[in-house]
């Protein structure tokens, strides 16, 4: 059981816009530490998408936009196309447990 | 351009040892803090511990706490991880990753390609 909440899976069609959602609470997103997302490609390492909740590294498409708000964030993935078929997963930090915290990950597939 | 190289990976059995290995170039390493971060077959990620760049600082997670230790030699560039009393439950793949610290967290920036660990009789 996962501290931040994701949804299992999420799938939509090429062009579509997709958002996968990471619930957490009082003692992580909703006192305010930031959320960070990450793409997991197949048989691949974790990838850096958005960090301090809406920010992009460099090299990562506009595509990918992140938002926070109170116990929640999200990540929406517009313009979708084959090859954002991933594991994407939230992270930020749990003051209760003193340790960074992960989601359970989505897999998002492209219809 | 950052590279991360885990070696050290294997079978071992219950309740035996390992030792990870990262290489780490094309950054100055003794200024980064490191990480190990897990993945169980299958399942999702798990942030296992951390070290500070002068070694000052050590935390890990409550699930390997006083079995696995962190480690690193910055002359060689190189960060490790000892895993002992191993439990079937740590069979994984571990990746050593950076992080760098934004406000009040942290996130991982530079990831390596990861080292499976199985535990098995």
């Known amino acids: 059981q996962s501290v931040l909440t994701q949804p299992p899976s999420v799938s939509g069609a090429p062009g579509q816009r997709v958002t996968i959602s990471c619930t957490g609470s009082?003692?992580?997103?909703?006192?305010?530490?930031?959320v960070h997302w990450y793409q997991q490609l197949p048989g691949t390492a974790p990838k850096l998408l958005i960090y301090?909740?809406?920010n992009r590294p460099s090299g990562v498409f506009d595509r990918f936009s992140g938002s926070k708000s109170g116990t929640s964030a999200s990540l929406a993935i517009t313009g979708l196309q084959a090859e954002d078929e991933a594991d994407y997963y939230c992270?930020?930090?749990?003051?209760?447990?003193?340790?960074?915290?992960f989601g359970g990950g989505t897999k998002l597939t492209v219809l | 351009e950052v590279q991360l190289v885990e070696s050290g990976g294997g079978l071992v059995r219950p309740g035996g040892s390992l030792r990870l290995s990262c290489a780490a170039s094309?950054?100055?390493?003794?200024?980064?803090?490191m990480n190990w971060v897990r993945q169980a077959p299958g399942k999702g990620l798990e942030w296992v511990s951390s070290?500070?760049?002068?070694?000052?600082?050590?935390y890990y997670s409550g699930s390997v706490r006083g079995r696995f230790t962190i480690s690193r030699d910055n002359a060689q560039n190189s960060l490790y991880l000892q895993l002992n009393s191993l439990r079937a439950e740590d069979t994984a793949v571990y990746y050593c990753?950076?992080?760098?610290?934004?406000?009040?967290?942290?996130?991982?920036?530079?990831w390596g390609q990861g080292a499976l660990v199985t535990v098995s009789s």
């Open positions: 990753a950076t992080h760098t610290i934004t406000g009040n967290t942290r996130y991982f920036d530079y």
């Open positions: 094309g950054f100055t390493f003794s200024s980064y803090s």
């Open positions: 070290i500070s760049g002068n070694t000052k600082y050590m």
């Open positions: 009082s003692s992580n997103i909703g006192a305010g530490y930031d």
């Open positions: 301090g909740n809406i």
């Open positions: 992270q930020s930090y749990d003051s209760s447990l003193n340790a960074v915290v």
